[in-house]
């Protein structure tokens, strides 16, 4: 008899949200990957599935590696999601255009003191090969 375990897990993956559906046969894994666009809620995921499950394109099988299934404490799997819900970093579109803005404005900043690091440093060195020239010069 085939032991099959399958999951779904919906994510943000910028710009749009994704579902990836894992299914392991026989110790073999196939992955697919699913768009949804807008954040779905669960009776769509669950239509999708149901109406578009022949349609569903898996990555070629790939040796599975074997985890164990633990009992988890259910306190601390509920700290977990709520952390993994907390991380969800900035919400809106347009703070995440401000975030993508003032990340731009860092490397630029970077850039611009790298070069004017390097700059110095070649400056410096031009005036200790005139000293060292100088010194010299006499003879």
């Keep these: 008899m085939d032991k099959v375990r399958i999951s ?7 710009p749009f949200w994704v ?3 894992e299914r392991v046969t026989n110790e073999k894994l196939e992955v697919s ?6 954040e779905p809620k669960d009776y769509e995921v669950y239509q999708y599935l149901l109406v578009n499950w022949s349609q569903l394109r898996f990555s070629p099988p790939v040796e599975a590696f074997a985890r164990e299934q633990t009992k ?3 306190k601390r799997m509920q700290r977990a999601i709520q952390r993994q819900l907390g991380d969800t970093g900035v919400g809106t579109k347009a703070q995440q255009a401000l ?5 731009q404005n860092k490397m630029e900043r970077k850039a611009c003191n790298r070069k004017k ?3 110095e440093k070649e400056r410096q060195f031009e005036l200790r090969q005139i000293k ?4 010299h010069r006499g003879r």
């Design 8 to 14: 779904l897990t919906v994510f943000f993956e910028d």
């Design 19 to 21: 579902g990836v559906y």
């Design 33 to 38: 990957k699913i768009v949804f666009g807008a």
């Design 72 to 74: 988890i404490n259910p």
């Design 99 to 103: 975030k993508l803005k003032q990340e």
């Design 117 to 119: 690091r390097e700059a």
């Design 132 to 135: 060292k020239k100088a010194k």
